[in-house]
């Protein structure tokens, strides 16, 4: 499984990007795709979240109504629209994919079995 990601780059806050995770490979798809983040000197956190087969998503608090995360299953890619970016969004962006979570589990990046290898955004002040 090899998962893609792009989009990232540098944009004044308030503004916005679109990142998107292109997968491929044998069954990667599994059982959804989440997007983390990690800033400078701070742990990966959790984004958001989809689930292939309903499109039903989830999202950190800190993102909700600011992010939307979608599913592209013709491209069998899955996007990240971010607005209202803000400078505490800086990080560098990864998407990874999940066999199985359930619940909290989808939240923790442990449950995720294949990363891709990130892309940066910087949102200036």
């Known amino acids: 499984v090899q998962l893609q990601a792009s989009g990232g780059g540098l944009v004044s806050a308030g503004g916005s990007l679109s990142l998107s995770c292109a997968a491929s490979g044998r069954s990667f798809r599994g059982h959804g795709m989440g997007w983390f983040r990690q800033a400078p000197g701070k742990e990966r956190e959790f984004v958001a979240h989809?689930?292939?087969?309903?499109?039903?998503?989830d999202y950190a608090d800190s993102v909700k109504g600011r992010f939307t995360i979608s599913r592209d299953n013709a491209k069998n890619a899955v996007n990240l629209q971010m607005n209202s970016l803000k400078p505490e969004d800086t990080a560098v962006y990864y998407c990874?994919?999940?066999?199985?979570?359930?619940?909290?589990?989808?939240?923790?990046?442990?449950?995720?079995?294949?990363w891709g290898q990130g892309t940066l955004v910087t949102v200036s002040s």
């Open positions: 990874a994919t999940t066999r199985y979570c359930s619940g909290y589990g989808c939240y923790d990046a442990p449950s995720y079995d294949y």
């Open positions: 989809i689930i292939w087969s309903d499109g039903s998503t």
